[in-house]
Structures are given as C-alpha cells and as structure tokens.
C-alpha cells in the first residue's frame, strides 16, 4: 500500500508564501512522474506543476510559472511545491499525485496519468 500525505497548507494573504509537501510512505514503488493539482469550490481538478522522474524536467500551469516551484528531495520520498506570490485565485485545495505504471499515453497534465493520490490540503489566499 502506497500513502501521499500532503501537509503545508493554511491561510496566508495575498503576496505571500506557503510551501507544500507530499511524503510517500508504504511499499517502495517506481515513480515516472509526480505531480501538483488543485480543485477549487465548484471547478474541475486542474493541474498545477509537474515532475518527470527521470532527469527531473518540471512543467508548470502557465498563471503559476515563475510564480511556483515543484522540487524533491534526495531521497526521493518527498515532493515539494513552493509558492510565491499567492493570489485569491490560488486558493484551492491541493493535492499531490503520483504515476508508479508509466502511463505514457496519458499527458502528464492530466489527471488520468497519476494512481496515486493524496487527501489534500486546504490552502486560503485572503485579499
């Protein structure tokens, strides 16, 4: 059994920063991507940032580039996304994911790509 637990959410004012991270705990499992959505109140889950495993090329939303960044650790058991510059249209509830089966046919973007997923974590962008 394989567990993503998101944590790093809150609520922060516009302009500021929050970091999020996603431990994987359980069973090892190959990852070939992993990857950030969001789903806010009455919207479609959308991506948000993504991570090729390997060779670590990153792809972003285009309103969150420059804005935000996916990262790992060495270890390879924990995914960050930091975000700078929060906006009220940020706010959403995040979630990280996984694809441990290498579905290549399905873009990274979308959420059909990933088996894995965690709970979530709320985060509020007040203005």
């Known amino acids: 059994q394989v567990q993503l637990v998101e944590s790093g959410g809150g609520l922060v004012q516009a302009g500021g920063s929050l970091r999020l991270t996603c431990v994987a705990s359980?069973?090892?499992?190959?990852?070939?991507?992993m990857g950030w959505f969001r789903q806010a109140p009455g919207k479609e889950r959308e991506f948000v940032a993504a991570?090729?495993?390997?060779?670590?090329?990153?792809d972003y939303l285009d309103s969150v580039k420059g804005r935000f960044a996916i990262s790992r650790d060495h270890a390879g058991n924990t995914v960050y996304l930091q975000r700078n510059d929060l906006k009220p249209e940020d706010t959403a509830v995040y979630y990280c994911?996984?694809?441990?089966?290498?579905?290549?046919?399905?873009?990274?973007?979308?959420?059909?790509?990933?088996?894995?997923w965690g709970q979530g974590t709320q985060v509020t962008v007040s203005s």
């Open positions: 991570m090729m495993w390997s060779g670590g090329t990153t």
């Open positions: 994911a996984a694809d441990s089966l290498g579905r290549w046919g399905h873009t990274y973007y979308s959420t059909t790509r990933y088996n894995y």
């Open positions: 359980g069973r090892a499992f190959i990852r070939y991507a």
